[in-house]
């Protein structure tokens, strides 16, 4: 019972902890510039792409309300933009259709953190379990960045096969090659935490700042080394932990350096290019997640490509019997 006491006041005390703001710099703002240059660096997908998808997306909904003439016309549409795409570029692939960002703050030290850490694992020894994981919850600090693309070589052609078997009348068949299509969709997602964002602005600000302005200068490198510090007791670094290793012993070497003869251009350009190569890492490139439901679209993709392959080789088959008999007969 005293146990279950105190691990109570624990946790009040550590939750009460985090109201405590241990930011140096605006870390919204910081979070705010991310996604606008995420956004920036997001191309945008072909017009004749969007207007395409728009289309199938109301088909879908046109067949759902039993709007079979509609969805026929919505598809059509669909069909006629995707050609366009693809004549005007045969080699679309993977194409990025839409982006969206989820932020996630949490304002505590590292200290309040690893105070967090150590509650919960009291808590599960205790099977206090559901404190445990309201103790763990909040420690999120980090944009999450989400990604969607359409591959042209599968979404296309579901929409083509769900317009044939409208036009055969075959609404179910139609259904669910609109399905297909909206499970091909490719997503890839990606983390970044925002103290690597903190750290790495604090080690730009103390790269501007003149050398007889030590003690700024030490300030903020030590506050970028407790931004890493937080990242690893947030378990960021699970992935990359030999790279933010490195990260905080350069910033040790430019604290030493900037006590001596303070010749920190080059570590300071190192140290800045180790951060960019991080980001870079960590961001979204060109991370394609293959779910179980794309590898099914692929492969009824496949499927009809065949069945229509097969179709043609006997349409061609017929068409030269009809014209070797018409042959015939004009030489009897």
């Known amino acids: 019972m005293k146990r279950n006491v105190l691990l109570s006041v624990l946790t009040c005390g550590v939750l009460l902890g985090t109201t405590g703001l241990y930011a140096k710099i605006d870390k919204k703002a910081l979070v705010q510039n991310e996604v606008q240059q995420q956004m920036q660096n997001h191309k945008q997908a072909p017009k004749d792409i969007v207007a395409g998808m728009q289309h199938t997306f109301s088909a879908l909904k046109a067949m759902q309300a039993q709007k079979n003439d509609a969805a026929k016309k919505e598809l ?7 050609n366009a795409a693809l004549k005007a570029d045969p080699s679309l692939d993977i ?7 989820q932020a996630y703050a949490f304002m505590g030290s590292s200290d309040v953190i690893a105070a967090r850490l150590k509650l919960a694992q009291q808590l599960l020894k205790a099977h206090d379990t559901q404190v445990a994981i309201e103790t763990v919850t909040p420690l999120k600090d980090e944009l999450d960045i989400t990604l969607i693309s359409i591959p042209m070589k599968i979404y296309p052609i579901a929409v083509k096969k769900a317009l044939d078997s409208l036009n055969k009348g075959d609404a179910k068949t139609a259904f669910e090659a609109i399905a297909v299509a909206m499970n091909s969709l490719v997503i890839a997602n990606a ?3 925002t103290p690597l964002l903190a750290a790495q602005d604090m080690i730009t600000d103390a790269s501007k700042l003149d050398k007889t302005k030590k003690e700024e200068a030490k300030k903020l490198l030590e506050a970028a080394k407790e931004e890493l510090k937080r990242a690893e007791l947030l378990g960021y670094t699970n992935k990359h ?8 012993d350069s910033i040790e070497k430019i604290e030493k350096e900037i006590k001596g003869k303070n010749e920190v251009e080059k570590l300071y350009d190192k140290l800045k290019k180790d951060f960019a190569h991080i980001i870079k890492n960590t961001e979204i490139t060109k991370v394609v997640v293959h779910s179980a439901e794309q590898k099914k679209a692929e492969k009824e993709v496949q499927q009809y490509q065949h069945k229509e392959a097969v179709k043609a ?7 030269k019997k009809e014209a070797q008999q018409d042959e ?5």
Do not use: Q
């Open 191 to 193: 983390v970044l935490p």
């Open 313 to 319: 080789v006997k349409k061609k088959s017929t068409f």
């Open 76 to 82: 059509e549409a669909a069909d006629k933009s995707f």
């Open 241 to 248: 932990e030999a790279d933010y290793k490195l990260l905080n």
């Open 328 to 332: 015939k007969k004009t030489v009897k």
């Open 95 to 101: 194409i990025p259709i839409d982006e969206r960002f």
